[in-house]
């Protein structure tokens, strides 16, 4: 018999909650915001909001499903079935945090401020789970197939994002290494720089694109389901012996970035979740770019 469908709802600690935790009472927690000149009330309202839609979402699940409940810092220790709907209730970036764990499962994002969120992958509302989890279980709904990028390292380790990989020293300080192209028979150049990052279109709307209008870059950015990556070297810095010619580019599906380490420690993280990183030592290679597998965001 096969295994009943099971709603895998991935949900953030608030920020009220990280208040209260951190100064034990809420009365506590207001008197240090008023101190500051600011007032608890909004972020209360906030966490009541997404308890409510936490609940709404909850309900609205089918009585012959599984269900079951994952918080943003447990993600890297929990394991998804492939008979999984994911909900994601929260922000964009909680869709991006899970979507490296997933291989295949199609997910929700719901929205539970809206106004506040930009919308791009939460894209849904709460009132709208009794409708779409029984047609996403039939396959009645679109789904949007979103550009994945990862780095894979010669010891194996293997990093996936969905909006940017980031390579660099942690802290975001100095570090140096050599970057070439896969296509460019051999040629690498030296530099020392605060890191390099590579980015999908569904990244071009946070991070990447941040760095993509400071730069006044002349590449266009690509679109989420587009299989190409921008990437940029951030301060790269000119000196005798390592250069600033190989700063910027595009990778289609195929190509790829090839970093090799001349620092004692290089980390390489995706979509901010610096916990979860691939640790680099001197005279270590990484290659970045096209992951060949997907996000399914229902549209």
Not at 170 to 180: E, W
Not at 259 to 273: N, P, Q, W, Y
Not at 278 to 283: C, F, K, S
Request: with cysteine; hydrophobic share 40%; charged share 25%.
């Amino acid at each position: 018999m096969s295994l009943a469908p099971r709603a895998v709802l991935v949900h953030r600690t608030t920020e009220y909650e990280e208040l209260v935790a951190r100064h034990g009472t809420h009365g506590q927690a207001a008197y240090f915001l008023r101190s500051r000149g600011q007032d608890i009330k909004e972020v209360a309202e906030r966490h009541h909001r997404t308890l409510r839609s936490m609940a709404e979402v909850t309900a609205a699940i089918p009585l012959t499903w599984r269900q079951t409940r994952v918080e943003r810092a447990d993600l890297d220790r929990f394991l998804f079935a492939p008979e999984d709907v994911v909900v994601v209730v929260g922000q964009d970036g909680l869709v991006a945090n899970v979507a490296k764990y997933l291989t295949g499962q199609p997910v929700l994002g719901v929205d539970t401020d809206p106004g506040r969120n930009p919308g791009v992958l939460v894209r849904h509302r709460p009132g709208d789970m009794a409708g779409l989890l029984p047609a996403v279980l039939a396959r009645d709904t679109g789904v949007d197939e979103l550009t994945m990028v990862e780095a894979v390292a010669d010891d194996t380790q293997r990093l996936v994002a969905l909006n940017e990989i980031y390579l660099g020293a942690p802290g975001h300080q100095t570090v140096r290494y050599r970057l070439g192209l896969d296509d460019d028979r051999g040629a690498v150049e030296a530099q020392a720089s605060s890191g390099v990052l590579v980015g999908t279109g569904t990244g071009a709307s946070g991070w990447l694109r941040s760095v993509w209008q400071e730069r006044g870059a002349t590449l266009s950015l690509p679109r989420p389901t587009d299989d190409r990556l921008l990437w940029f070297v951030r301060e790269a810095w000119p000196s005798p012996v390592t250069g600033t010619s190989l700063v910027s580019g595009e990778l289609a599906a195929g190509s790829g970035l090839r970093l090799t380490v001349e620092s004692e420690r290089l980390v390489a993280f995706g979509d901010g979740m610096e916990g979860d990183a691939v640790q680099l030592t001197w005279g270590q290679t990484v290659r970045v770019g096209v992951c060949g597998e997907h996000l399914r965001l229902v549209g």
